[in-house]
């Protein structure tokens, strides 16, 4: 007689009825809620508008509404002896809290956007007690968002709040059931082990009748607790669990939000270790733990006390988890400073792991700020998004333009939100690319991006999958106790060098391009700040403002999260962040301006008739400059200022340079002479002393074209833009002219319902053409790029990056090549071959394109999600293109890049003090470096002394042997490492430090002072 042949759906069919037998309604609880529009404290929870004796269906909210609800109730007495829940789902996220306000748990409404495979999202019991005695007070207060976990609109209507009992073996059985059918469904046809799970499924099945009695479900569980009891023998690979809530600190919310969600995700974790014991969770960003520790003290001394049993794992050594394309290096550094420094005062810990498991690309600066602030680990997941290839591994060595190397893991589910089922498990198992090397993969398990962290059912899951016969061995542990184990084998695992480029989110690069424009002012205003502040000390006495800097460094840190200067997020995050930068950066400037006021009384003795002129790079930097009026070719050393009276030799604007020459069709000085088109494009740019025409023959530069930007979003742009309908944009009206020591024409186009205005101008004794560009841009899924197709024969365009310039091939002869088809760079993006090459200079910019035809970058785009709004505005922006004899190294390029985006600053002497010290000087420098590849990116303050720490970098990718010459009396200097702790000391002789820098390396000194 044949077995009876299983079917899956019926086994299915008794899981979901399994489930539906876990709770059993007993009263509804009396719900009361007070509306707000924005969050008020648990001592205000009743100023909001009152919304009496809520029933299911009843709405309370709109899209970002707050409400405080009160829940209120009596246990029945036919719940005693049983335990008690309540279940509650307001269509929304809810934190209840105790008597004192403190968060207590989070829920979350079952009806939330979440992709379905990685698990449900809802959270919506709430543990009252094991064993009722009947007639319990329910007197409860939550919190409540009318949001979902990914911001969305749930109809803002209460869905459910009842006390139910739990069916405590009923839920136990639900768990044994589920982990056992999906093992049985993914173990192949004809495992025995397969079989004989069906067949116990198949025998449980049978026993249970309408009743579902207590004593059908605890045989159920005796004969699952069969195949539940196999174990595996020797594993051959180990998975590591750790809990996680992978937490944008905006995205599809506001940033206040995420504090609310941080105070859910926080409290529901607290309340499941209370559960489970065996439970170990992690969580990133300093950032987030100062909100909470802000906004939640009790809850943070909560946290606190987990951390330091060791079942809270700090993770990442970032503030936050920073875009790493667009961010600038030295932003990086300070990402880890203070997120490093956050950990150390708060929990006695430092973190060895850079944590970005979701950001767009990887900069190949990262690993040299890695090991030099004690960083030996990176974990992330997000390259499985890439479009075109695979990565071949998930375990290797990724290495950095300079030659550091950190071990890398990326977790084979290929996702921070494994729903720790037997699928997660055995994907692991079936596509790590390194288990032929590596016994060791990490699992992040949880509900992320909007918070929520792991549920009861992750860790049910967990407790069955630990040693079960079929699966690979789980092991719940901190990431960093895997990390060391997976380090055991290092010298087996490959090396990647490079970028890690993802093969999506391009468009990131461009989007929202106000708030990258304001990134790299507050880069630079702070850098600016940080070295007058120096200079004001020194020279004035004046005191260093270390803890406002700190303050506008956080905050400007804080908008470099992954979802916010990329561009990803909505309208009201933009809103609030361009206000925000717009504040920070005047008070920025306004504190550069009192320093630099109080230099320029000392250099001057209060001279009314003087204008000092700042330089904050280190080199002399002889430049034209319009003071007062008259035009004056300014000579300013190296890191200091001078003073410029109006005796010293000038040009007035009625007087221009005579080399210079400006007409509607052409542009001209001593260096380049340039042809336009009538409709506004360029035909000729001729490098006078070279001999060279730029352009190839019956070409255009600096055409404007907009494409069809439709499909694309925030994140993406279609690849075959080009291939699709285009225009080009033609000039409605020119003028041009010469003031002092500028030629100019000026450009006004006009185009759908926006307005473009260009400034072209060639300035005297300067190979550099800038177009300062204005832009009303009220355009809808449009792109607007400028290209510029160069006559130079090269088979790889250098690119600056954080910290030095990567080169890549300008070919697409691979699927690699392909699809790097937009990629970042920072100040400059250069062409050369041997002997001559045309760089491309931005000072807001970070999307281009390089081919054989030239150099192409892309100004705006107007995507119309997830801001319907997006960049419809006012924008200011200003490109170059600069000739130069030899390639971008030997030209020093990385000088022009920083002179564009750091320009020489001027006080008037007179608007400062009434009287000065007698101790004054008309020209100084404050620090020289004698090497032509080196840079000096950072002077500031040392963070735990009055030391000065100045930081600099080789820029070419060669070996440099100088000296930094220190103006200053020198008691000592020191080596350190980017978190400022010490290394070596170095010895100084005449004022100078000599320095060797390897290729691309970053040294950072420590000098004290006399």
């Known amino acids: 007689m044949p077995y009876e042949p299983f079917n899956l759906d019926r086994l299915r069919e008794m899981k979901d009825m399994i489930e539906q037998h876990i709770y059993q309604e007993l009263a509804p609880l009396h719900v009361n809620a007070w509306v707000t529009k924005e969050p008020v404290s648990f001592e205000q929870r009743t100023t909001g508008e009152l919304l009496t004796d809520l029933k299911p269906g009843m709405k309370w909210g709109e899209l970002w509404d707050c409400a405080w609800f009160h829940f209120e109730g009596y246990i029945p007495s036919e719940a005693a002896g049983q335990k008690a829940v309540l279940l509650i789902d307001v269509n929304g996220e809810l934190c209840l809290v105790d008597e004192a306000g403190t968060p207590r748990q989070g829920l979350t409404n079952v009806n939330s956007e979440f992709e379905t495979a990685l698990g449900k999202p809802g959270k919506r019991v709430v543990h009252i007690t094991e064993q009722a005695t009947g007639g319990e007070q ?37 768990y044994d059931v589920e982990v056992l059918l999906e093992l049985a469904e993914r173990l192949p046809e004809n495992a025995s082990r397969r079989a004989q799970i069906l067949q116990a499924l198949y025998e449980a099945s049978l026993i249970f009748t309408e009743g579902f009695h207590e004593h059908e479900v605890d045989h159920a569980r005796e004969i699952l607790s069969v195949p539940l009891a196999k174990r595996g023998g020797d594993p051959t690979l180990t998975v590591s669990a750790v809990g996680h809530a992978h937490m944008d600190l905006a995205w599809l919310w506001p940033i206040r939000e995420t504090i609310r969600k941080g105070a859910r995700t926080f409290s529901t974790v607290l309340q499941m270790m209370e559960r489970y014991p065996n439970y170990v969770f992690g969580a990133s960003q300093p950032q987030l733990y100062q909100w909470i520790k802000d906004h939640y003290p009790a809850l943070y001394e909560q946290v606190k006390a987990r951390v330091e049993e060791g079942r809270w794992e700090l993770q990442g050594a970032m503030w936050v988890e920073p875009d790493s394309n667009v961010s600038g290096g030295e932003a990086l550094v300070r990402q880890i400073l203070y997120g490093q420094r956050f950990y150390q005062e708060e929990f006695g810990q430092t973190v060895r792991s850079l944590w970005v498991p979701d950001i767009f690309g990887y900069t190949a600066s990262l690993p040299q700020l890695l090991k030099k602030s004690g960083i030996d680990f990176m974990v992330t997941q997000k390259l499985s998004w890439n479009m075109h290839n695979d990565y071949p591994h998930h375990t290797f060595f990724w290495e950095g333009i300079d030659g550091s190397k950190v071990l890398t893991h990326l977790p084979p589910e290929d996702t921070y939100n494994s729903p720790a089922a037997p699928r997660s498990l055995l994907k692991i198992e079936q ?39 079929g699966l690979p061995p789980v092991v719940q542990e901190t990431s960093a106790s895997f990390l060391d184990k997976l380090n055991e084998r290092a010298a087996y695992y490959k090396t990647w060098h490079g970028e890690l480029y993802l093969e999506k989110h391009q468009g990131t690069l461009t989007t929202q391009g106000r708030n990258k424009r304001y990134n790299r002012l507050m880069e630079k205003a702070l850098r600016e700040l940080e070295f007058a502040a120096v200079l004001a000390k020194q020279l004035c006495k004046v005191p260093y403002p270390k803890a406002e800097l700190e303050a506008l460094w956080k905050e400007t840190l804080l908008y470099q999260f992954h979802d916010i200067l990329p561009g990803s997020s909505i309208k009201r995050v933009y809103d609030e962040s361009l206000a925000r930068y717009q504040i920070l950066l005047d008070r920025t400037e306004a504190l550069i301006a009192e320093r630099y006021a109080a230099v320029a009384s000392y250099a001057t003795k209060g001279r009314e008739e003087s204008s000092v002129v700042f330089n904050s790079l280190p080199w002399e930097r002889k430049e034209w400059m319009e003071l007062e009026g008259n035009w004056h070719q300014i000579v300013v050393p190296s890191m200091g200022y001078a003073v410029v009276s109006a005796a010293d030799q000038a040009v007035s604007a009625a007087n221009p340079v005579s080399v210079l020459s400006a007409a509607p069709q052409h542009l001209e000085n001593d260096l380049l002479r340039v042809e336009f088109q009538e409709n506004g494009s360029i035909s000729s740019i001729y490098d006078k002393p070279n001999r060279r025409e730029l352009l190839p ?57 926006s307005m473009l205005q260009q400034r072209i101008i060639l300035t005297s004794g300067s190979a550099r053409l800038d177009f300062q560009t204005k832009v009303n841009w009220q355009e809808n899924q449009k792109m607007l790029r400028a290209s510029f197709p160069l006559d130079v024969r090269a088979g790889e365009v250098t690119s600056e990056i954080q910290f030095g310039s990567i080169k890549r091939p300008i070919h697409r002869n691979t699927s690699w090549d392909f699809a790097r088809d937009e990629i970042c760079a920072h100040h400059w993006i250069d062409l050369s071959e041997s002997g001559y090459g045309v760089a491309l200079l931005n000072d807001s910019k970070y999307g281009f394109r390089a081919d054989d035809q030239g150099l192409d970058i892309n100004l705006l785009r107007s995507p119309g999600y997830p801001d319907e709004t997006a960049d419809r505005a006012q924008h200011e922006f200003t490109y170059s293109i600069l000739p130069h004899q030899g390639n971008a190294e030997q030209a020093s390029v990385y000088k022009a890049g920083y002179e564009l985006n750091v320009p020489l600053r001027t006080i008037r002497a007179h608007s400062i003090l009434k009287q000065a010290s007698e101790a004054s000087q008309r020209v100084l420098s404050a620090f020289e470096v004698d090497h032509e590849h080196v840079m000096i990116e950072a002077v500031k303050q040392a963070e735990d002394s009055d030391a000065v720490v100045v930081r600099l970098y080789e820029t070419s990718g060669s070996r440099a042997d100088g000296h930094l010459q220190l103006h200053w009396p020198v008691s000592a200097v020191e080596e350190v490492n980017l978190m400022e702790e010490h290394e070596k000391e170095v010895m100084v002789s005449g004022g100078c430090a000599a320095f060797t820098l390897t290729p691309f390396e970053i040294k950072t000194y420590k000098i004290h002072l006399k």
């Open 138 to 174: 329910i007197d409860l207060w939550g919190d409540a968002g009318c949001n979902d976990l990914f911001g969305r609109y749930r109809s803002g209507t209460l869905k459910e709040a009842v006390i139910a009992l739990c069916r405590e073996q009923v839920r136990a059985l639900y």
């Open 431 to 469: 596509e790590y690319h390194d288990k032929n090397v590596s016994d060791r993969a990490l699992l992040l398990f949880g509900i992320g991006d909007g918070g929520g962290g792991p549920g009861e059912e992750h860790l049910e899951r967990l407790e069955r999958e630990h040693n079960l016969l």
């Open 697 to 753: 023959t019956n070409d255009q530069a600096n055409v404007l074209t907009l494409y069809d930007d439709r499909g694309g979003d925030a994140w993406d742009f279609r690849s075959d833009y080009r291939s699709r309908p285009s225009c080009q944009l033609k000039a409605a009206s020119v003028q041009a002219g010469v003031h002092g020591a500028q030629a100019y024409v000026d450009q006004t186009y006009t185009f759908g319902s």
